[in-house]
């Protein structure tokens, strides 16, 4: 059984259901680059729509809103 794991996916508030996810994060100054890269980010997720916060408020549901099996707390997505 083929197994597709490229469905695109998308947190949204299990509160609320908003999009309007927000994470926590740090950058260095990369002198190299001339700019701020991303060197981490936090566990915890905020909902701009609620206000509400923490590690698990974020549902990964797909395109169509289905929540994908196995799912957890989602991938963690950096550029
Ligand atoms: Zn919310």
């Not at 002198?31 to 980010?41: E, Y």
């Given at each position: 059984m083929t197994q597709s794991t490229t469905v695109p996916l998308h947190p949204v508030c299990r509160h609320c259901g908003s999009d309007q996810i927000v994470r926590d994060a740090s950058a260095r100054w990369d002198?190299?680059?001339?700019?701020?890269?991303?060197?981490?980010?936090y566990d915890c997720h905020f909902?701009?729509?609620?206000?509400?916060?923490?590690?698990?408020?974020?549902?990964?549901?797909?395109?169509?809103?289905?929540?994908?099996?196995?799912?957890?707390?989602?991938?963690?997505?950096?550029?």
């Open positions: 002198a190299a680059a001339q700019a701020w890269t991303l060197s981490g980010v909902c701009d729509t609620c206000n509400r916060e923490g590690d698990t408020l974020a549902q990964w549901t797909t395109a169509t809103g289905e929540e994908p099996e196995g799912a957890g707390s989602g991938p963690v997505p950096l550029p």
